[in-house]
Antibody, heavy 123, light 107 residues
Framework: DVQLVESGEGLAQPGGSLRLSCAASGFTFSSYAMSWVRQTPGKGLEWVSIIGSDGGGIQYADSVKGRFTISRDNSKNSLYLQLTNLSAEDTALYYC????????????????WGQGTPVTVSS | DIQLTQSPSFLSASVGDRVTITCRASQGISSYLAWYQQKPGEVPKLLIYAASTLESGVPSRFSGSGSGTEFTLTVSSLQPEDFATYYCQQVNGFPLTFGGGTKVEVK
């Protein structure tokens, strides 16, 4: 079975940093694009970033561009999100999600979601 | 950025009702639209992709239609397990965007 397990939850101060990780299993991780999606009660679902199967094809939402960095290590079946210069608006539940198929546009449909890891930014 | 506007935001319905949710895109996105269902305390579940293709394992009472800027998700006969929040998502281009959601509640 496909499993996506996020870690790295935490409380950060405004301007601070966090690193989120996602451990993937149950599928050939190196064949699929992966994304991060976040959710807040007030704003619903917000796509954050995507990375291609080979580490290329990186895209970011405007709201995080220049502050967040997505990466992956296919040898470890792991996805990462480095969050820097955090603000209260980044407080959310962050999901690691798998693209449905290896080729676009199906890389952008999300067929498996982790349970999410909470990030709270507060002083 | 492509904005997605869902209507209604809230919908009260009864078991057995036919329910339709609309998603309008701020510019044409061909058929590059997906629908997700999220129940309280659960993660979103992919229901439909490419506007009208049912994801494997999704009951046939769910259907999607539309292209360009207007799309619909229809539940032909609402079941107890269908009370949830539904989101549309465009995958035409970056940034990927989601609609604001439609919460289907018990009438």
């Amino acid at each position: 079975d496909v499993q996506l397990v996020e870690s790295g939850e935490g409380l950060a101060q405004p301007g601070g940093s966090l690193r989120l990780s996602c451990a993937a299993s149950g599928f050939t991780f190196s064949s699929y694009a992966m994304s991060w999606v976040r959710q807040t009660p007030g704003k619903g679902l917000e796509w954050v970033s995507i990375i291609g199967s080979d580490g290329g094809g990186i895209q970011y939402a405007d709201s995080v561009k220049g502050r967040f960095t997505i990466s992956r290590d296919n040898s470890k079946n792991s996805l990462y999100l480095q969050l820097t210069n955090l603000s209260a608006e980044d407080t959310a539940l962050y999901y690691c999600v798998k693209g449905r198929l290896p080729k676009p546009p199906e890389t952008r449909h999300f067929d498996y979601w982790g349970q999410g890891t909470p990030v709270t930014v507060s002083s | 950025d492509i904005q997605l506007t869902q209507s209604p935001s809230f919908l009260s319905a009864s078991v057995g009702d036919r329910v339709t949710i609309t998603c309008r895109a701020s510019q044409g996105i061909s058929s590059y639209l997906a629908w997700y269902q999220q129940k309280p305390g659960e993660v979103p579940k992919l229901l439909i992709y490419a506007a009208s293709t049912l994801e494997s394992g999704v009951p046939s009472r769910f259907s999607g239609s539309g292209s360009g800027t207007e799309f619909t998700l229809t539940v032909s006969s609402l079941q107890p397990e269908d009370f949830a929040t539904y989101y549309c998502q465009q995958v035409n281009g970056f940034p990927l965007t989601f609609g604001g959601g439609t919460k289907v509640e018990v009438k």
